[in-house]
């Protein structure tokens, strides 16, 4: 039986393609809108469906067809399970266990998220969550896949190059769900611009989240900042990541280069969701003020070896599986699918 794949966003893509590839002649067609069809071309994924949009929305996609379906956003998981109540869904959650208790997107709430056959977490913090919130959820850990090639890069001693390349990043605004989902790029905004212009000597580039990146590339250009989309870039080009709510945070510690973490005043040191705030953010330097930004980058530049062991251990809790995640995970949807 072939496991088809649907995925709305870009970076779903990116979650759960090295899965497909390890499926092989058991991977069926991957599902996106008419607009990603290009993303999947230049990565060769045959056969593939293009979803034609509904009302004018590209997003307003159905997964047709009755295979088993892999799924890897919570809006994805209410789509297929709509589409058809009676294919069996597979959820593997993406990132890496960021968490707002005010929302269903999230794991460990409950929604859509009864109903998959099986959900794939990335590590424990996960796992536990989504037992705690449905107990007879069927699960297995499997790491993250898409992070496999970078196995063993963090414990190699990485050295700067004569001209290094910092890369500023930032999360979508959801401050909607929790402040601490938001971003904080409107704070930092004009001290990356100063940045700029006070080390011409760095090489700078922009990125961020899928949900905003075509406003977030219009303001980094706007400062002369190289855009630049693709995360994988940004983890071979990057030699200090630069970001302030996102699991690329934590995904770019496996490059073995360090991240500086950027704190919005609106980020409360009161609350206590995990990961980001505040169990795994001993991973680098702290940004609490906006005009400190400089100094604490160049400081990070200064101190490259600086954090090693906290990254090192992030990426052993956080990451398990590393190397081997898609291989596992192929495994057990094979597994799953059989005793269907």
């Known amino acids: 039986m072939k496991i088809d794949f649907f995925a709305r966003w870009s970076h779903y893509i990116d979650h759960m393609l090295p899965i497909w590839l390890q499926l092989g002649d058991q991977a069926g067609s991957f599902l996106v809108p008419e607009h990603l069809g290009p993303y999947l071309e230049e990565r060769n994924v045959l056969p593939r469906t293009l979803l034609p949009n509904m009302q004018n929305q590209v997003m307003n ?48 709430s409950t929604g859509f998220r009864t109903r998959p056959t099986l959900t794939l977490a990335p590590n424990w913090h996960v796992y536990e969550l989504t037992k705690k919130a449905i107990p007879t959820m069927k699960q297995k850990i499997i790491g993250t896949p898409k992070l496999d090639r970078w196995a063993g890069e963090f414990e190699k001693e990485h050295k700067l190059p004569d001209r290094p390349t910092v890369a500023f990043a930032f999360h979508w605004d959801a401050s909607a769900v929790e402040p601490e989902a938001g971003t904080a790029f409107g704070i ?10 006070n080390y011409p000597d760095l090489k700078i580039i922009g990125h961020g989240h899928p949900r905003m990146a075509a406003e977030y590339e219009r303001q980094f250009k706007l400062m002369g900042i190289e855009w630049v989309a693709d995360f994988e870039d940004v983890m071979q080009l990057a030699d200090v990541f630069v970001n302030d709510c996102s699991s690329t945070m ?13 704190n919005s005043p609106k980020f409360r040191r009161d609350v206590n969701f995990g990961i980001r705030f505040w169990d795994y953010t001993d991973i680098g330097f702290h940004v609490d003020r906006p005009e400190d930004m400089e100094s604490i980058i160049i400081e990070t530049l200064t101190k490259y070896g600086a954090f090693k062991i906290q990254r090192d251990f992030a990426v052993q809790e956080l990451y398990p599986y590393l190397g081997k995640s898609a291989e596992y995970a192929a495994r057990e949807i094979r597994k799953h699918i059989n005793e269907l």
Do not use: C, W
């Open 61 to 108: 996609v159905n997964p047709i067809g009755t295979n088993p379906i892999l799924v890897a956003g919570y809006m994805d998981l209410q789509a297929a399970v709509v589409e058809n109540q009676k294919r069996p869904v597979i959820h593997m959650e993406h990132g890496v266990g960021l968490v707002f208790p005010n929302n269903g997107s999230y794991a460990g």
């Open 188 to 197: 930092y905004r004009a001290f990356i611009g100063a940045f700029v212009k």
């Open 250 to 262: 934590y995904e770019f510690l496996v490059t073995g280069k360090p991240v500086v973490i950027l």
